[in-house]
């Protein structure tokens, strides 16, 4: 499934490894405690975000992505967070236009907005992102 030879899919899987390992939730999408795997992919117009959740204190994750969503296109930035508080790590995009950042945060992962704000200006720099080409 990997791209392993694309640079510039290693080159992302780099920067969410490291965006990812500075929280103590970080990563934990089902929000049972662990931390999950998670890649980022470039596919025709969008990002495309890869989840392996495994829930249940033995199970490894198997490799196989349970979460399979298109969230934010080319020029976004992407991040995660818990954003509503749940424990559950948060996907986000943050798109500039011409109202300045508009953050977008998908709470449930279902690949849609479940929080939308415009916060910030052209030229701000949003903390506790990585942006991707
Ligand atoms: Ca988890
Ligand atoms: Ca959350
Ligand atoms: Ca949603």
């Known amino acids: 499934m990997l791209l392993?030879?694309?640079?510039?899919v290693e080159e992302i899987?780099?920067?969410?490894a490291s965006n990812i390992?500075?929280?103590?939730?970080?990563?934990?999408?089902n929000g049972d405690g662990r931390?999950?795997?998670a890649l980022?992919?470039?596919?025709?117009?969008?990002?495309?975000?890869?989840?392996?959740?495994?829930?249940?204190?033995?199970?490894?994750?198997d490799g196989i992505p349970d979460i399979v969503r298109n969230y934010g296109v080319p020029g976004d930035f992407l991040f995660t967070g818990d954003y509503n508080g749940d424990g559950s790590t948060d996907i986000g995009f943050i798109r500039?236009?011409?109202g300045g950042l508009q953050w977008n945060i998908d709470?449930?992962?279902?690949g849609l907005a479940d929080i939308i704000q415009n916060y910030g200006v052209f030229g701000d720099t949003p903390s506790?992102?990585?942006?991707?080409?």
């Open 35 to 37: 931390s999950d795997l």
């Open 40 to 61: 980022i992919r470039p596919v025709p117009g969008a990002w495309q975000w890869l989840i392996d959740t495994v829930p249940g204190p033995a199970a490894p994750p």
């Open 107 to 110: 709470t449930d992962l279902d």
């Open 96 to 98: 500039l236009g011409v």
């Open 13 to 16: 899987q780099d920067s969410v």
């Open 21 to 29: 390992s500075g929280g103590v939730t970080a990563n934990d999408f």
């Open 128 to 133: 506790a992102l990585n942006r991707f080409p």
């Open 4 to 8: 392993r030879n694309n640079s510039l």
